[in-house]
C-alpha cells in the first residue's frame, strides 16, 4: 500500500511539475508577482521597483489578451492616481529624482486606453517634473537633485522611456530631439572604447569622490547599470519615429552594446556577473537581474531587427541561463528568482564609492521586484522570438485611405486618425491585432495614400477596414476601378487581401463589392448577431474543431456582422446558423480573407470587456499564424 501511495504521488508531483511547465515563464513569473505584491495592499508605495513590475504585466497582458494582468497594473496605478489626478503614494516632484517618473509609464497606457482625465492629469505633473529637471552642462538629466552634475544609466531606463511614451502618446514629437540626446550624451561619457562596456555614473564636474579626476566616470562596470541602460534603449526605440535623424544612431549604439555584452557572457553559464569584466575575482558572483535585462534587450533587438540576427542564439543562451541559474520552484509550484542584488548606487550617505568592494557588500536577496519585473519581461521576449522568425521582413500595411477618420481629443485639443488603427490603444484600436502580428515577425504600417502598384509592392499582407461612409467621414474615399486593379493584381502575384468590413448602415458596400466581386465573394447588405450588452451569449459562434484557419479558438465572439454569397473560387470559412459569417478566397497566388465586422479591434481582443470564455484573442492569433501560411514561399 506504502508503495502503492508513493508512486501515485511521485506520478501527481511529475504530472503536477508538467502542467506547469505548460504555462509559459511569463505568465508563471506574473503569478509569483501577483502573489508577492498584490494590487490590493494598502501599503504600496510610488516607486521605480513597482514600475518594472507593472513594465512586465504589460508585457504579459499585451501577449495574452488576459485582462487580470491589466486589472493589476490599473488597480495598482489607482492607489496612487487620486480622481482629480493628484499623484499620491510618496511622489515629490521636488526631489527631483529620475526613479520616480518609472511608473509614469502605465500611467500614460492608461491614458492611452482609457482617455481618463485624471490619467491625463497625472502624466502631466510627472512631465512637468522634466521641465525643472537639473541638467549637466552639456544638457543631461542630473540623476537626483542630491546627485549635482551626475548621469547614471539607470536614469535613461528611469526617465527617457517615461519622456519617449509620453511624447508619443502627446504628439509631442519634438521632445525626441532631447531624448535622444540623453542616450547619445551617456555613451559618449560613459562608454570604456577597449571593452565596450559602460561605467555605471559620470560626474561631468568630476567633483565626487568616486569619480575619475580625468574623465568623470565611476570605477566599475556594475551589471545591473548596463542592464538599465539596455533595456531603455529598445524600449525608447518603440516610440523614436522612424524618420528622426537620431534614430539610426541610437540603433548604432544598441549594436555597439550588444557586442559588449556578448563578449562578457558567461561560457560556462550563459548569464551575466555582477561585475562584468572581473568575473575571476574573488567574492564576485553571476547575477539575476542585469542578466534578464540582457537578455530582454538582445531579444528584443533581434526581433526588430535592430541587431543581426545571430544574437538571437546569445539571448536563447542567457535565458536558459536564467532558468538553471536563478529559478527555482516551490512546493506550490510557485516560480522564485533567486541571486539579485538589492541595490546599487554612487554617493549618498552612506558614500558608495563605487570600488568593486562596494558593489559586492550590497544584500542579495530572491524575489526583487526589479529582478522579477526584468525576468518577466525577458520570458515575454523570448516567448516572441520563438515565432518571430516566421514571417520575419514581412510587411502588413493598414489601409488609412477608405478608413480615414478623424476626431478631436478632448483634452490634447488636437486631432486624430481614429478607428481601428495599429497605434490606436482603445476599444476602437487594433494594438493587440498589431501585437500579434509583431509576434510573428511581421512589421506594421499603415497607407494613407490610395492604394497603387507601386506602393502595394512593399506589402505581403494589406488590410482594408470598415470603408467610410459620408455619416463618418465627409470626405469618404471610394474604392474605384484603378484602386480594384491595383489591389486584384497584387493578389495574384502572391499577396494576402484580408477584408473587415461591417454590417448594413454603418458600412460601405457598394463600392467594395466591386472589388470582393473579383474573387467570388458578395457582402450581404444585412446585421445579424445584434447584441444588447451584458447578453453576450447572442453574439456568440462555435467553431468546429476541423477549422481550417482557427486552430486554437473554439467559442469567438462577433456582433452586428453582415453574411456573405460566395462563388468560385470563393468558399466559406466559417458557417453559423446557416450564414457564411466568415469567407476566403484562392486567386492566383494570393489568398482573400474576409468578414462582416472588424473584428479583432481592441474591445474584442485585449479581455477587458468579453468574459473569459471567448477566444477572440486565440482566434487573432489563429488567423495570423494562417496569414503566414499563405504567403508564397521563399525561392
Known sequence: MRKVFLTGLLLGTMLKASVAQEVPYSQR?????????????ANMRWTYERGVVLNGMEAVWAQTGNADYFKYIQHSIDKFVAPDGTLNGGYKADVYTLDNLLPGRSVVLLYNILGSEKYYKAANTLRAQLNDQPRTASGGFWHKKIYVDQMWLDGL????????????????????DDITKQFILMEKAARDPKT???????????KQKWADPKTGLSPNFWARAMGWYGIALVDALDDIPKDHPK??????????????????QDVKSGTWWQILDKPNEKGNYLESSASCMFVYTLAKGVREGYIPASYKAVAEKGFNGIIKEFITTDANGQINLNKTVSVGGLGGNPYRDGSYQYYLSEKVVTNDMKGVGAFILAATEVERLATAPVALGKTVLLDS???????????????????YKWEEMDNNGFSMFGHIFNTYGFKTQTLYSA??????????VYVIVDPDIPKENPDAKYIEEPHIKSIADWVKEGGV????????????????????????????????????????????????????????AK????????????????????????????TTAKYGKGTVFAVGDPWFYNEYTDGRKLPADYDNYKAATDLVKWVTQQLPAKK
Do not use: C
Not at 506574473?30 to 490590493?40: G, N, Q, R, S, V
Not at 531606463?157 to 519634438?174: I, K, L, V, W
Not at 534614430?247 to 562578457?264: D, P, S, T
Not at 478623424?406 to 488636437?414: A, E, I, P, Q
Open 29 to 41: 513569473m506574473a503569478a509569483t508577482a501577483m502573489k508577492l505584491w498584490p494590487d490590493t495592499a
Open 157 to 176: 531606463y528611469m526617465g527617457d522611456t517615461f519622456y519617449s511614451r509620453y511624447a508619443t502618446a502627446m504628439g509631442e514629437t519634438a521632445d525626441f
Open 196 to 206: 565596450g562596456l559602460i561605467y555605471h555614473g559620470w560626474d561631468e564636474s568630476r
Open 247 to 264: 534614430r539610426a544612431e541610437i540603433i548604432a549604439i544598441l549594436n555597439r552594446y550588444v557586442a559588449a555584452v556578448q563578449k562578457y
Open 401 to 419: 485611405y477608405f478608413n480615414n477618420e478623424h476626431l478631436k481629443d478632448k483634452l490634447t485639443g488636437k486631432s486624430v486618425s481614429f478607428h
Open 451 to 460: 492604394p497603387t502598384a507601386d506602393n502595394l509592392k512593399k506589402a505581403s
Open 497 to 552: 487581401l484580408l477584408v473587415l468590413n461591417n454590417d448594413t448602415g454603418n458600412a460601405e458596400f457598394a463600392h467594395l463589392n466591386k472589388l470582393m466581386s473579383k474573387f467570388g465573394i458578395t457582402f450581404n447588405l444585412d446585421s445579424r448577431n445584434h447584441v444588447t450588452t451584458p447578453h453576450f451569449e447572442t453574439g456568440a459562434i462555435m467553431v468546429p474543431a476541423d477549422n481550417a484557419i482557427f486552430k486554437t
Open 555 to 582: 467559442k469567438i465572439y462577433i456582433k452586428e456582422i453582415s453574411t456573405f454569397k460566395v462563388q468560385a473560387p470563393a468558399k466559406s470559412a466559417l458557417t453559423d446558423k446557416g450564414d457564411i459569417v466568415i
